[in-house]
């Protein structure tokens, strides 16, 4: 009875021991988020405080990062955390927890697209650098966290960016004028701020750069500016006073400096003085020296002026006497040229009247035809003769008044002013005495052949005449009639006409291309090229 009592008494006490601990489990869950909430919530409490955290903060704030959302009150922690760990470095690792949790608050700052944050990710990063004597990463860093600042309103945090970038060009030993720009731009941030702490430690630091490049003016003015930021940031005399020394220093310095100025000055211009009057007594000296060789030189050149100008003015009289010579040989050749011109048309008209004078005895109408067209020819070398001794020019012909001239005394030739029209379009140029004899003999046995062939009734004929160029240097004459055209058997390149040979034989002559077609009537065409040369 006693054993069964035992036994019953045994499993109870089991049961509610493991019991127990089964129904005790949920409560414990329940206790640990509490306290978990309860520390989460003392957190944020400490996120709205200024002050940084302390180790046990820090050591529950490690314990709730990996429960919290990625939100900007993790991103506040993660910068404490951090922060801790970079105040309280005493050894890589510390230094290496820093550096983590201020990235892991970057890449959530990132997340989140703040560039408050984001900014002070970097320039937490860049303290963390600092700290590892990381000179090239203190500046990127600041770099970027200055160009994501510029887009918010933190003119604190973009002040400490430039003060980074200064430490780093302090590390690197850059230039001074490298040194300077960041400092000015962060005391300027935090004037604009009102930090005036931060404002005289900036202006401190630009004062110990000018002292260091023995720029003691600007150094005074940039120490007084600091003590005056720290006054308006009411600091304590007691931290105020080594300034004040530091001044005094730099005052005394300064006035020793300018002594030392003021007496090399006087020494400098007591040598100068020395020296200007020394140099002005040689200068005297070699003065008087240069202006006797210089009055020598200028009565030597007026002597030899003098002579030469006599054998020039002796030369001058030859060549005047010589220019009037060949003036005067030069108009009497041109009157040589004009009368030379002139007996030649007289002697071609003389030809022509003998040429008349015989076609009165000739009985067949061949013969009498040769002779017309022999008298037509010696006039178109006539005409251009008599054109040369008129002008004024005795190498070229006006083409235009040529031709025209040449048309009409073709008309009254053959007496076909009622029977056919001419249509003349000609350019107003001049062509050589080389060009224009072959022109004007080409341009004559085409108009006759067109008279004579083109219109056997003498009836509503038209003859257009074209001579055009386009640069004054290729030149193309067409003449066109609307007559019955050439013959079928007709090969104007194989012909027996003594017109159409001389044609072509004067276009070779002046290196032509010449043409007949058969187009509509007969068509001639004669292409040439002269140079500049040939129309002097």
């Not at 490690?62 to 050894?91: F, G, H, M, R």
């Not at 071609?348 to 022999?374: C, D, P, R, Y």
């Amino acid at each position: 009875m006693l054993s069964k009592h035992y036994r019953i008494i045994l499993f109870l006490l089991v049961w509610f021991t493991f019991g127990e601990v089964n129904a005790l489990a949920p409560f414990k869950s329940i206790m640990k988020a509490g306290m978990m909430e309860k520390n989460l919530s003392v957190l944020k409490d400490d996120l709205n405080q200024e002050a940084a955290y302390n180790e046990q903060q820090v050591k529950k704030a490690e314990e709730l990062l990996s429960t919290l959302p990625e939100n900007i009150d993790k991103i506040k922690i993660l910068l404490k955390v951090s922060d801790w760990y970079e105040a309280s470095y005493n050894n890589p690792v510390t230094l290496q927890k820093s550096f983590q949790y201020a990235e892991e608050a970057l890449r959530i700052s990132q997340i989140l697209h703040s560039n408050i944050y984001a900014g002070k990710c970097y320039l937490q990063l860049s303290m963390v650098q600092e700290l590892r004597n990381n000179n090239f990463m203190i500046e990127v860093n600041a770099r970027k966290a200055i160009e994501v600042l510029n887009k918010t309103n933190q003119t604190d945090d973009l002040g400490e960016a430039w003060v980074m970038v200064w430490s780093s060009k302090m590390r690197t030993n850059a230039p001074i004028a490298e040194r300077l720009d960041p400092i000015f731009r962060a005391a300027s941030l935090f004037e604009k701020s009102k930090n005036n702490k931060r404002s005289g430690d900036c202006y401190r630091e630009i004062s110990e750069l000018y002292f260091s490049i023995s720029d003691f003016h600007n150094s005074l003015n940039s120490l007084k500016k600091a003590i005056f930021f720290y006054k308006a940031a009411k600091l304590k005399e007691s931290d105020i006073y080594p300034i004040s020394s530091r001044l005094n220093i730099i005052y005394e310095t300064e006035k020793k400096s300018m002594d030392i100025i003021k007496l090399k000055n006087k020494t400098l211009l007591q040598q100068s003085k020395l020296q200007n009057e020394v140099f002005l007594r040689n200068s005297m000296i070699t003065f008087v020296l240069l202006l006797l060789i210089i009055l020598g030189l200028l009565y030597k050149s007026f002597m030899f002026k003098k002579k030469t100008n006599m054998v020039l003015e002796k030369q001058q009289n030859e060549i005047n006497k010589k220019n009037n010579t060949l003036q005067k040989l030069v108009v009497e050749k041109e009157w040589l040229l004009r009368e030379i011109h002139h007996r030649v048309k007289n002697n071609l008209h003389t030809v022509v009247g003998l040429l008349a004078s015989q076609a009165e005895f000739l009985k067949n109408e061949e013969a009498l035809q040769a002779i017309n067209s022999s008298q037509n020819r010696i006039h178109a070398m006539s005409l251009i003769h008599q054109k040369l001794y008129q002008s004024e020019n005795l190498s070229i012909i006006d083409m235009p008044s040529y031709l025209f001239e040449l048309t009409e005394y073709l008309k009254d030739s053959f007496e076909i002013r009622k029977s056919i029209r001419f249509v003349m379009d000609i350019d107003s140029f001049n062509l050589p005495l080389s060009h224009s004899i072959p022109i004007g003999l080409i341009f004559n046995e085409a108009v006759t052949n067109a008279i004579k062939y083109a219109f056997p009734d003498h009836k509503n004929g038209v003859i257009h005449i074209s001579l055009k160029t386009n640069d004054t240097k290729n030149y193309v004459l067409i003449i066109q009639d609307n007559g019955i055209g050439l013959l079928n058997d007709f090969d104007p390149y194989n012909s027996p006409s003594l017109g159409i040979k001389l044609m072509s034989g004067l276009s070779d002559d002046i290196k032509g291309k010449f043409q007949i077609l058969s187009e509509n009537g007969t068509k001639i065409t004669l292409e040439f090229t002269i140079n500049e040369s040939n129309l002097h």
